[in-house]
């Protein structure tokens, strides 16, 4: 099981995949989609890997539907780099 401890830390570094992602998509002049949907993709699982120790159901929602968005925005930006 993982420790409460590490539960945060994991989580933080979600959060702060997030705002840097954020940043990141309004700052760039040109943003790359697959660093920003992948950026996202682990912020969400990180968080959700968090709360598994600190459950919160309207987290969860929000974390769930962060990462299948990200997965649709990053296979969408693989595909067109193909």
Do not use: D, Q
């Not at 996202?40 to 962060?66: D, M, P, R």
């Amino acid at each position: 099981m993982l420790s409460s401890t590490a539960a945060n830390a994991i989580g933080i570094f979600g959060s702060v995949l997030f705002i840097t992602a954020f940043a990141y998509a309004n700052f760039s002049p040109a943003m790359n989609k697959v660093a920003f949907n992948l950026a996202n993709l682990i912020g969400a699982i990180c968080l959700l890997i968090s709360l598994w120790v600190h459950f919160n159901l309207a987290a969860f929602v929000l974390e769930v539907a962060w990462a299948f968005i990200a997965m649709i925005g990053l296979v969408s930006a693989l595909r067109a780099r193909a």
